[in-house]
């Protein structure tokens, strides 16, 4: 056993030998991304869905005034979900992403 443990040795070093002789033309590591603020993102997301939900509790109430408190969640509840994944945290990112990241504001962009 100890003469397979020494081939594969052999061969481990015989190829990074190998490695370090072809003189790969790699492209240089991307500048590191900054780490996105969770706290910056939350308080975003309350701002854009307080909105949203009080507007849907207005519309929804009076439709179920004689409904139980658990129905009323059945309906709200994925409303709410979709137009937070689909609509407010992509319109967040797309607009204030700079914000969430902790950059300076870009110059706009004239269409």
Known sequence: MSDS?????????????MLEEAELDLPPSP????????LRFALLMVVAVYPIITVLLYVVMPLTANWEIWHRTLVIAPI??????FIVSPTV??????FVAGLPMPPRQRA
Do not use: D, Y
């Open 31 to 38: 500048a590191p991304r900054p780490t996105p603020s969770k």
């Open 5 to 17: 443990g020494k081939h594969v040795a052999t061969e481990e070093e015989e190829l990074v030998e």
């Open 80 to 85: 709410m979900v979709f137009s937070i994944v």
């Open 93 to 98: 990112n797309r607009h204030l992403g700079w």
